[in-house]
């Protein structure tokens, strides 16, 4: 496994629903992010934690909420979602450097009713 | 801007046959370009990078990438390819200098090895 874990691994929610997408990561390093996969779309950037500080978002609505309370750690914080917000929600961590890549979570599967 | 291209949504290959996974890019500057191989109901596993230096990179699984800056490609390429090496394959690009954390990843391509 590549030391990072998300919880849960399959959510279906209603639209009035609030919940919440777990990310843990074992491997030491100080920046994580928050993807959407949908099919046969490329990756989508949501959010970039570095060193606990949100430094990107990119143009997320404000139904998705993430938080970041040590560097182990991202949350994803969901309500009133949309059934277009059904996808795989990916978490990734990497040292903060430009030239690493990215460890990646085995993913939510989400499913808005 | 930078962007990944690519151009085939699926590749089908014998097994025992050489296999290649077409990427293009634009990026100002210089690139850093990445290969990620995804599994049914997994996320996404690093392959290899290229950061500088020698074209010719190699990675896991015997998988290797050439980077050609005239043509901006970053081709995956196996000699020999394995039916377990069927999953889907994404190539990724970044700007080599700023700040920006921005990973932008191509729409996949499809392997499958048939045995």
């Known amino acids: 496994e590549t030391g990072v874990t998300q919880t849960p691994r399959h959510l279906v929610m209603g639209m009035t629903n609030k919940k919440s997408l777990k990310c843990e990561q074992h491997?030491?390093?100080?920046?994580m992010y928050w993807y959407k996969q949908s099919a046969k779309k490329p990756l989508e950037l949501m959010f970039v934690y570095s060193l606990e500080e949100r430094v990107e978002n990119n143009s997320v609505p404000s139904r998705f909420s993430p938080e970041c309370p040590n560097s182990s750690h991202l949350f994803l914080h969901l309500h009133t979602l949309q059934p277009e917000d059904s996808a795989l929600y990916l978490c990734a961590s990497s040292q903060d450097r430009i030239y690493n890549e990215q460890f990646f979570g085995p993913g939510t599967r989400l499913t808005v009713l | 801007a930078q962007s990944v291209a690519q151009p085939e949504d699926q590749v089908n290959v014998a097994e025992g046959n050489p296999l290649t996974v077409k990427c293009t890019y634009s990026v100002s500057g210089n690139p850093y370009l990445f290969w990620y191989v995804q599994y049914p109901n997994r996320g996404l596993q690093f392959l290899l990078k290229?950061?500088?230096?020698?074209?010719l990179v190699k990675g896991s699984y015997g998988f290797e990438a050439e980077f050609n800056k005239s043509q901006t490609s970053f081709h995956l390429k196996k000699p020999s390819a394995l039916v377990s090496d069927s999953a889907l394959y994404f190539c990724a690009v970044r700007r080599s200098s700023g700040s920006a954390r921005q990973l932008t990843f191509g729409s996949g391509t499809q392997l499958t090895v048939l045995p």
């Open positions: 290229y950061i500088t230096g020698d074209n």
């Open positions: 491997l030491g390093h100080n920046a």
